[in-house]
Structure formats: structure tokens, C-alpha cells
T-cell receptor
Framework: AQKITQTQPGMFVQEKEAVTLDCTYDTSDPSYGLFWYKQPSSGEMIFLIYQGSYDQQNATEGRYSLNFQKARKSANLVISASQLGDSAMYFCAMREGGYGGATNKLIFGTGTLLAVQP | DVKVTQSSRYLVKRTGEKVFLECVQDMDHENMFWYRQDPGLGLRLIYFSYDVKMKEKGDIPEGYSVSREKKERFSLILESASTNQTSMYLC???????????FGSGTQLSVL
């Protein structure tokens, strides 16, 4: 069965430092997609970054990068130069099924609560 | 921008009541989803729909049903609310072949 594991329930980071949020996954499907979402206290889920299983390079979006290690089945999120507004819950997720699948159903990890300290 | 709107931000109901959670999206997306979010459990999929009048069970469908009579609207129904259904409910939508889900702001449901 497909599964996403986030082993860090919570983390602290100093403002302006980099932080890595861990995510490991398990799937037998050779084609899959990995996502990171941010959920601030307002509750809305905000898409951050996406990595496809066949992508050759690690995904980057501004201060966010995804450290994709396929052999280890890990997809860690790296946030550079942390800001106070980065304080939020972060979820790793995986899309079941092949590329462009009709349903785009996502399974989620349990989340990591990040607190950025001034 | 895509907008996914959930009708209520907070909702308080009594056990045994029939509860409707409404979700509307304005981008003509084929796929719509209902998740519930609980501390320590992350988001779990209740039901999803990939077309009008179509529905599929997710991982935790027990105690819930859904309705999708129009493409833009996906309703989650609690036939007889119970205290263990107290949770944050998140609706999401996505285009047919797009990878990203767009989420609403969530409904915090308390069943007393």
C-alpha cells in the first residue's frame, strides 16, 4: 500500500536559517508525484512544490527546494532563509496512479509543525 | 485564481443531526475531493468525484455520503452526526490532468 511518512511532529528554526523537513514514501508504482503543501493557522492548504518520479532534476520554487532521493524514497523539503511567515504546518503528499491519472487522488503524511523564531 | 469555497468556516451540530457540508469551485474542474484533518493523523480522504454524478470511496467513507449534481458543487453529508466526526473538513478540486489540488479554507465541525 502507498504510504507517506513524516517523522518530525514539530521543529524550531531561527529566522534566516535554512531548514529541512523530512518525508519518506512507499509505493510500488513506478510513476508517481510528490507534493508539499503549507497550512498556516488560517487553515487553507497552499501548494508549494511538486516533483514527478521521472523528473531528472530536483524541483525548486523560490526559497523552496525538494531534495528528491529516489533510491531512498525520500522527498525532503528545504526552506532557505526562513522567515517568520514560514511558521505553519507542512504536509508531504503523494499522488496515486500513473501520470495524468484521472482522479489525481493524493495521500498525505501527518505533517510537521514548523516554528520560526526571531 | 481558482477559488474553492466552503460554505461554513465553523459549524456546531448535535449528535444524530443530518449535516451538509457544501463546497463550490469556480474553475470547471472535473475532480473534487473531501478530506478530514485530525491532529497526528494528517489528511484522510473520505470521498472523491471525477465527474458529475460520479463518486468514489476514499480511505474513510464510513458514516459519510456525497452528492455531485452539478460540476461545480460537491456536498459531503453526515447522515447522523456522531462525536467522532468532530474534525476539520477540507474540500479540494483539480482539473482532469493537472497534478495540483486546490483547497478550500476548511470547515471546523464540532458535534456535541
Amino acid at each position: 500500500a502507498q504510504k507517506i511518512t513524516q517523522t518530525q511532529p514539530g521543529m524550531f528554526v531561527q529566522e534566516k536559517e535554512a531548514v529541512t523537513l523530512d518525508c519518506t514514501y512507499d509505493t510500488s508504482d513506478p510513476s508517481y508525484g510528490l507534493f508539499w503543501y503549507k497550512q498556516p493557522s488560517s487553515g487553507e492548504m497552499i501548494f508549494l512544490i511538486y516533483q514527478g518520479s521521472y523528473d531528472q532534476q530536483n524541483a525548486t520554487e523560490g526559497r523552496y527546494s525538494l531534495n528528491f532521493q529516489k533510491a531512498r524514497k525520500s522527498a525532503n523539503l528545504v526552506i532557505s532563509a526562513s522567515q517568520l511567515g514560514d511558521s505553519a504546518m507542512y504536509f508531504c503528499a503523494m499522488r496515486e496512479g500513473g501520470y495524468g491519472g484521472a482522479t489525481n487522488k493524493l495521500i498525505f503524511g501527518t505533517g510537521t509543525l514548523l516554528a520560526v523564531q526571531p | 485564481d481558482v477559488k474553492v469555497t466552503q460554505s461554513s468556516r465553523y459549524l456546531v451540530k448535535r449528535t444524530g443531526e443530518k449535516v451538509f457540508l457544501e463546497c463550490v469551485q469556480d474553475m470547471d474542474h472535473e475532480n473534487m475531493f473531501w478530506y478530514r484533518q485530525d491532529p497526528g493523523l494528517g489528511l484522510r480522504l473520505i470521498y472523491f468525484s471525477y465527474d458529475v454524478k460520479m463518486k468514489e470511496k476514499g480511505d474513510i467513507p464510513e458514516g459519510y455520503s456525497v452528492s455531485r449534481e452539478k460540476k461545480e458543487r460537491f456536498s459531503l453529508i453526515l447522515e447522523s452526526a456522531s462525536t467522532n466526526q468532530t474534525s476539520m473538513y477540507l474540500c479540494a478540486s483539480s482539473p482532469h490532468r493537472n497534478e495540483k489540488l486546490f483547497f478550500g479554507s476548511g470547515t471546523q465541525l464540532s458535534v456535541l
